[in-house]
Every structure is written in C-alpha cells, then in structure tokens.
C-alpha cells in the first residue's frame, strides 16, 4: 500500500502551519503503512545558507563535536541543529559540496537525507506521529512539502529505505507502488555518474529525475519522461525547490486524490488525508488522470 | 460513546450516526442487527470524511443517506439497500453487489460495482477506471465519463454510461451489455460495436427511467458486446489475449 501527501501553499498565510498540516494529513493514512514515515519541508529560503540534513543512528557519539570540526575543516562558519537522529546543517552555499564531502569523511557512519538551499528531509522507522513528534515536525514553516508512511515491499525497513527520497539538491519523491526494472534504471544512472544510497526501487525514480532536471529538462518535462522509461505501479509526489508535481502510471491502480483552493494544491492517496484542511468542503476535488503530468510552481 | 449521540425521535424520522462521535464498526454493526420488517427504515450518516466500508453488508430493505464523501467500499455486498451518498466515493463503491441500489451524487473512484451481482448503481458524476470490472449481473448507470479498462471480463449486467469511455472499453467481455453515449477511446480484445435492436432500446429507456435520467433518448447510444471469439481456446487468437 503506502500512504502519500503532499501541500503546496499559494496563501503565504499558511506557511507557518505547513508542517502541523502536512503532519495530520500524514497521520490520517496511517493504516496505509506502519514501516516508516518521513516528511520533506520546504522553508523560507536564505541568501547566505544552505542545508544538509544528516541521519546517524549513534547522534550522540557522531554529532558532538561535529559543528566545530567542520568549520574547521572547510575554513567556513557552520551551524548544526540537532534533531533526534538527525540533524541541520547550515553554511554558505558555495561550501555546501564541500562539505558535504567533509562531513563524510569526518563522520563516516553519517548519511545524508538530502541538500540544498531550502529542503529539510526526516525520516525513520516507526508510525507517522511517532516520526512526526520525534522530529517536532508540527512546529515547522514553510511554502511546500510531501510526506510519505510506508509499507515496505522492494527494500528493507530501514532508515534509508524509508521515503522521501533525495538524490538533487531540494529535489525530492515519494512513491506508492513498485517499479520492475529499476535495477537496469540504476545500473544506467550508475554509469551517468549518479549515486545511489541503496537497493531501493523508488530511490531510483528520485535519481531518475534529477538525472532528467540536470539535463536541462523541467519538473514537468522530468516527470513526462517516467511514464516511458519506468516500468511498474507508480504514483510519485514529487518536490522541488519552487515547485509541486505528481504523476501517476498508465494503469492507475495506486489511489491518488487532489485538491486545490486559493490557498493550497494539496495531494492525498485517499480523500481522508485531505477532509481537515480549511475549505475543503468547497475545493476542487479531483482523481488525477493516468499518465498525466500535473505540476504547479511558485 | 454516549448512547444521547443515537436520535431517535419518531418512526419515521431518520436514525443519524455522527460518524466523528460513533465507530464505523457502531454503525456497520447497528445495520447488521436489523430484524426483517424493522421500522428504522431510514439512516442517516454524518462526517463519513473518507471513511472506508460505510454501511458495508446491509441485508435489509432500509435507506441510508450518507452525508460527505466515502473512502474505500462504500455499501459493499449491499442486498437490498437503498443507499445515497451525497458526496464522493472512493475505489470499490458498491462491490458484490447483490441487489438494492446505490448511488452516488459527486464522482466514483477506480473500480465502482465491481463483480456486482444485482442491483443498481448510478454514478451522478464521473467514474474511473476499471468501472464494472467483471460485472455479474449489477446494473450501472453513469451520467459523465468512465475511465480505461471498464467492464473488464464483464459477465453480465447492463453497464450505461451517458458521456465517454476510456480506452480498452470491455476487454475480454462475456455476455454484459455496454451502452455509451459519448465517445470510446477504444475497444478491448474481443469487444465490438452492436446493433441497437428494439429490445435493446427499450430494455436502456427501463434503466434510464430506473436512475432518474430524463431529456435523453436510448436512440442517442451505441451498444457494444462480445464478439464471442476468445470464449474457447484457438491458437489464431492467439495474438488478442
């Protein structure tokens, strides 16, 4: 099954309730799958930072220290805010690579949950509010997000196997169904010089995608293009930087629900995640239609 | 729960479930343990907000009136029932179907009457894909659009649809018959256009008057039916399965 949500907001008005809005929408689907959950937020952009959300699953032994090593090492100011097991790390965007790679080297037990100028990615094992409240993922600003709760069918239950996932810089995707031949996809990607962090299908179709955006296509474009080079059961939410996409497969037996208002886009696997969002009583409620691209962007 | 939730004021006034006070199990099981003959003839659901198998296995000739959206398997395995859901239905509205009728005033999700055996099921809005996917036997009437693969292995049943169809309409269709006023994409493995004999004309004005449909005329529709060559294994076919 799996469950997925995802909010973009048009009312600047609801930003600093996007995270307590997508948490609820997430929690609602919790019976879609109990594995892991995780939530992408897209916050209010800054001139002068950029983002690495980093995963450990030893945060005391790994963390400590880490703040002023970094700083150190790339000869830059660095902030870390650390939230359960993972943690925020900021500093300048033109040191963002850099550190990325320092960080690694530095913490070699470390993942990276995704870059760049805005995103912020949790995830773990576990139900959405577990996931949600370890994270105090209510509190949270910001103009977009997708969230996903899990129930595993290609890949392990693990930390990393669980959704979004990010393989650009703010670029990320959440997934309900299985792809068949993501593996070939992988191997391809692979030889392009894209990374991949482990043997899961949807991993694929994120790496996919940025594959097609570094190219110089657009969301929309990237997204047309999963309908001919993936094969399986597919309905993908996709985030970017400023913008909101969702595609589903040609057969179209992955349920999926939209919703748009003044205020907001808003996307569900199924109509309860989206019945307490405000005026949704009068919103323009929609099944998306097989094989067709919807994206939306600030 | 509080027992003060349950209305109920006189015979003929409706029992209401306020779905954000009561369980869904509370509602399903009060319909369950309906006596033949009981005088709750009328139910009435509030805050249904997606809820899947609202007013699931109901035996009893009783209406129930749903007031919002369902989710998954809305008036499932219905024998008898007259259920209204003014609102939207999630996948699987009305699956076996037995007999009663169900209908639906917004838009009906993927797979709607599916393997129904009896019964009538209209969909005021649009429905999606795999509409009366292997339908036994369930009448469906449609006043928008159906999506692609509907009728899929349809067995029998009258399947109506006023607006369009998607594509692979009735693929390896048996002996259901497929009435569509707008346009098909396309037809599935075995599917073809029929003549409109008299008796199929009067036998569509019997559902039309049956869902409440006016101003439009069984002339305005196309019939499409098995073409009956894939029933028995030939290796000329195949290719089309």
């Not at chain 1, 097991?85 to 990276?112: G, M, Y």
């Not at chain 2, 479930?17 to 099981?29: A, G, H, V």
Request: glycine content about 12%; proline content about 4%.
């Amino acid at each position: 099954m799996c469950g997925i949500v995802g909010l973009f907001l048009k009312d600047k008005s609801l930003e600093p309730q996007l995270g307590a809005m997508l948490s609820q929408m997430l929690i609602s689907l919790s019976d879609r799958g109990p594995d892991s959950a995780g939530i992408a937020i897209y916050g209010a952009p800054s001139k002068n930072e950029a983002k690495i959300t980093i995963q450990s699953a030893k945060p005391d032994r790994d963390f400590r220290g880490l703040e002023a090593e970094l700083a150190k090492a790339i000869g830059t100011p660095v902030t870390i805010a650390v939230k359960s097991t993972h943690a925020v790390v900021r500093t300048t965007p033109a040191k963002i690579d850099e550190a990325r790679e320092t960080i690694q080297t530095l913490r070699p037990d470390i993942r990276i949950m995704g870059a760049g100028d805005v995103v912020e990615i949790y995830k773990e094992v576990g139900l959405p509010e577990a996931v949600v409240d370890r994270f105090d993922v209510r509190k949270m600003t910001g103009t977009h997000g997708i969230g996903h709760t899990r129930m595993a069918t290609e890949s392990a239950v693990t930390t990393m196997g669980a959704h979004p996932f990010s393989t650009g810089a703010d670029q990320c995707l959440v997934h309900n169904g299985s792809l068949s031949n993501h593996n070939n996809v992988r191997r391809e990607l692979i030889r392009e010089g894209m990374k991949f962090e482990t043997e899961n299908d949807t991993e694929v179709a994120a790496a996919y995608l940025s594959s097609q955006m570094a190219h110089g296509k657009n969301l929309g474009e990237a997204l047309e293009g999963t309908l001919s080079d993936l094969d399986g059961f597919f309905t993908f939410v996709v985030g970017t930087k400023n913008g909101f996409g969702v595609v589903r497969d040609p057969i179209a037996c992955k349920p999926a629900v939209m919703a748009e208002t003044d205020q907001y886009v808003a996307f569900g696997s199924e109509y309860r995640a989206l019945t307490k969002l405000p005026g949704i009583d009068n919103a323009r409620v929609w099944e998306p239609e097989p094989a067709t691209v919807y994206f939306w962007e600030h | 729960m509080p027992a003060t939730t349950l209305s109920k004021t006189a015979a003929h006034d409706p029992r209401v479930f306020d779905l954000d006070q009561l369980s869904l199990r509370e509602l399903n099981q009060a319909l369950h343990n309906l006596a033949p003959g009981s005088n709750e003839t009328a139910w009435e659901v509030l805050n249904p907000k997606g809820s899947h198998s609202v007013a699931v296995g109901v035996d009893q000739p009783v209406a129930i009136d749903v007031r919002g959206s369902v989710g998954y398997y809305c008036g499932g395995m219905n024998s008898g029932s007259t259920i209204t859901v003014h609102g939207s239905a999630g996948p699987g509205v009305g699956e076996n179907m037995m007999s009663g009728s169900i209908t639906i005033k917004g838009d009906a999700s993927q797979y709607a009457g599916a393997t129904g055996k009896g019964g009538l099921l209209v969909i005021e809005g649009n429905a999606s894909s795999r509409c009366g996917i292997s339908m036994k036997g369930i009448d469906i009437v449609v006043h928008g659009n159906i999506g692609h693969m509907s009728a899929f292995m349809a067995q029998s049943g009258n399947l109506v649809v006023l607006g369009d169809a998607g594509d692979a309409l009735g693929d390896s269709i048996y002996e259901a018959r497929l009435f569509v006023r707008g346009k098909v994409d396309s037809l599935g493995a075995d599917c073809i256009a029929k003549e409109m004999r008299a008796e199929h004309l009067e036998l569509l004005q019997g559902l039309l008057d049956r869902a409440g449909v006016t101003g439009v005329k069984p002339s305005e529709f196309k019939r499409y039916g098995s073409a009956r060559t894939l029933y028995n294994f030939n290796i000329d076919n195949a290719d089309a399965y």
